[in-house]
């Protein structure tokens, strides 16, 4: 169905204008819960704020948009989950280094 704007109302067009703006809402919420569906309350996670260094936390809540990540320090941020990865907990990182040995070939 194709749609002739120049024909439309002014009325018509903020209609549509509206109607353009909830969808696309409603799209970009789908994605934001798509992507929060790849994580689960407890886990690691890290973010990057704009011009600060990497935070890292543990994912507490999913509001509607964004998570609630409690770091390390106990700050409470709301973030996007676009904007998050997985990290690996202080306790895994350094088991990890203990246990990877290096092979030398023969």
Same mark, same amino acid.
């Given at each position: 169905?194709? &749609?002739?704007? =120049?024909?439309?109302?002014?009325?018509?067009?903020?209609? @549509?204008?509206? #109607? &353009?703006?909830?969808?696309? #809402?409603?799209?970009?919420?789908?994605?934001?819960?798509?992507?929060?569906?790849?994580?689960? &309350?407890? =886990?690691?996670?890290?973010?990057?704020?704009?011009?600060?260094?990497?935070?890292?936390?543990?994912?507490?809540?999913?509001?509607?948009?964004? *998570?609630?990540? &409690?770091?390390?320090?106990?700050?409470?941020?709301? *973030?996007?989950? !676009?904007?998050?990865?997985?990290?690996?907990?202080?306790?895994?990182?350094?088991? !990890?280094?203990?246990? *990877? @040995?290096?092979?030398?070939?023969?």
């Amino acid at each position: 169905m194709k &749609i002739n704007i =120049d024909e439309l109302t002014e009325a018509e067009l903020v209609d @549509l204008n509206h #109607r &353009i703006v909830e969808r696309l #809402r409603f799209l970009n919420q789908m994605r934001a819960h798509s992507r929060m569906l790849e994580f689960k &309350i407890g =886990d690691r996670v890290s973010f990057r704020p704009d011009g600060r260094p990497p935070v890292t936390g543990m994912l507490t809540r999913y509001n509607k948009k964004t *998570v609630t990540v &409690i770091t390390d320090d106990g700050q409470h941020w709301n *973030v996007s989950p !676009s904007l998050l990865f997985k990290a690996e907990s202080p306790e895994k990182a350094e088991s !990890s280094k203990a246990t *990877v @040995l290096p092979l030398k070939k023969k």
